[in-house]
């Protein structure tokens, strides 16, 4: 069970614990924007400390996907309902073609591996940093220009899961990127199938 806690894993369950708090603030109040905060700094000190700590496991992968997959749903229920009043309705189109790709992806996966899979690849990174973004922006005259740019890496990001998850022989955990994905020689190290990869 020590072997369980730990730092890294700690700040994860401090996300974790800081979206279910989301779920009972008023959405954009001052104390929404410092628990959003909290849980944004948290996600990239984790997958840091893990590394630096030598602390990387299994175990802190999954908390970390858990607390990912968490926060996202918090911001579908509290974010979304600002989000369908502020933006054309024409960008819910590729938000559409988003959420297909993106759910084909997990598709793919589970019938491929029999097992859930989300890829921290450099593409997915950058998508998730700039939708925990949007709530600092929403308000904003320019923020659709924002969302045209986040749809479009969000909707790259999905694509390239879906084909990696379709190429791919194996379950790569730490693939960060399609680029190289015939090329490989070696299987991942049980290590680095299990290490945390989020930052």
């Known amino acids: 069970m020590k072997e369980y806690i730990n730092i890294p894993n700690i700040i994860t369950f401090i996300r974790i614990l800081g979206t279910i708090a989301l779920a009972f603030v008023a959405p954009f109040s001052a ?7 909290i849980c944004g700094v948290s996600d990239v000190l984790d997958g840091t400390a893990a590394r630096l700590l030598k602390k990387e496991s ?8 858990t607390a990912d997959i968490m926060f996202y749903l ?3 229920f509290r974010v979304l309902p600002t989000l369908i009043v502020v933006l054309p309705r024409w960008i819910w189109i590729f938000v559409g073609a988003i959420a297909v790709t993106r759910i084909g992806a997990y598709l793919t ?3 491929k591996y029999k097992r859930f899979a989300s890829l921290h690849s450099y593409l997915n990174k ?3 940093f700039l939708l925990f973004l949007v709530p600092y922006f929403i308000f904003l005259k320019w923020f659709w220009i924002y969302c045209i740019v986040l749809c479009g890496i969000g909707f790259a990001s999905s694509l390239e899961e879906l084909l990696i998850h379709l190429l791919s ?3 790569e ?3 960060k990127t399609i680029i190289g994905l015939g090329s490989d020689k070696k299987s991942a190290s049980p290590k680095e ?6 930052e």
């Open 31 to 37: 104390a929404f924007y410092i628990i959003w905060t």
């Open 58 to 65: 299994a175990l802190g992968a999954k908390l970390d996907s």
């Open 74 to 76: 918090l911001m579908l």
């Open 109 to 111: 996966a589970f019938i």
């Open 126 to 128: 950058l998508s998730g």
């Open 169 to 171: 022989k194996r379950y």
């Open 173 to 175: 955990e730490g693939r």
């Open 193 to 198: 199938k299990g290490a945390r990869q989020s």
